[in-house]
T-cell receptor, first 111, second 115 residues
């Protein structure tokens, strides 16, 4: 099925560095969601974006809904060890309440 | 407010058996969606239930089915299990106030292993 193109696939950074990841799609979405998943657990919602151009922050996290409605990015500032995990973008379009997910970005933080 | 709960958390079955997974949504949420997560295919949509009716369905064989009860709790059933059905099965709930703008909240998942 359709998937979102999420990049990078993995990142290994130093504690304190900023991180940026993004998702692109060939289709437009009405909602972009960013989740974080720890091993063996379900995805936890980080940020929800509902409007093209919207820029939303949640603590050290900032995400934007692209103007074309086909992309979104997530920034994490001043990374800390507990930021380690897999980050997923997900889009919600007109095909009902069905999320389309990116392949995930695995973030590793070196103390 | 309690989050989405899923039972059981872990399950081991053998090929050919069937399995039923359960999901209790966040109180007040009327939509329940199910997803399968595997290392190879990532997160894939199985189906969504709203008001006891299946509203959307992904590209999975008929061996995968589900239902929703009047209290919005949902069950997912997989019959004639295959090795490839080994996965983390995730349930997500949402208010379903407006289609296409709903925010979905996930449960911890059920890890199914088929031997």
């Amino acid at each position: 099925g359709q998937q979102l193109n999420q990049s990078p696939q993995s990142m290994f950074i130093q504690e304190g560095e900023d991180v940026s990841m993004n998702c692109t799609s060939s289709s437009i979405f009405n909602t972009w969601l960013w989740y974080k998943q720890d091993p063996g657990e379900g995805p936890v919602l980080l940020i929800a974006l509902y409007k093209a151009g919207e820029l939303t922050s949640n603590g050290r996290l900032t995400a934007q809904f692209g103007i074309t409605r086909k992309d979104s990015f997530l920034n994490i500032s001043a990374s800390i060890p507990s930021d380690v995990g897999i980050y997923f973008c997900a889009g919600l379009g007109n095909a009902g309440n069905m999320l389309t997910f990116g392949g995930g970005t695995r973030l590793m933080v070196k103390p | 407010k309690a989050g989405v709960t899923q039972t059981p958390r872990y399950l081991i079955k053998t090929r050919g058996q069937q399995v039923t997974l359960s999901c209790s949504p966040i109180s007040g949420h009327r939509s329940v969606s199910w997803y399968q997560q595997t290392p190879g295919q990532g997160l894939q949509f199985l189906f969504e239930y709203f008001s006891e009716t299946q509203r959307n369905k992904g590209n999975f064989p008929g061996r995968f089915s589900g239902r929703q009860f009047s209290n919005s709790r949902s069950e997912m059933n997989v019959s004639t299990l295959e090795l490839g059905d080994s996965a983390l099965y995730l349930c997500a709930s949402s208010l379903a106030s407006t289609r296409g703008t709903d925010t979905q909240y996930f449960g911890p998942g059920t890890r199914l292993t088929v031997l």
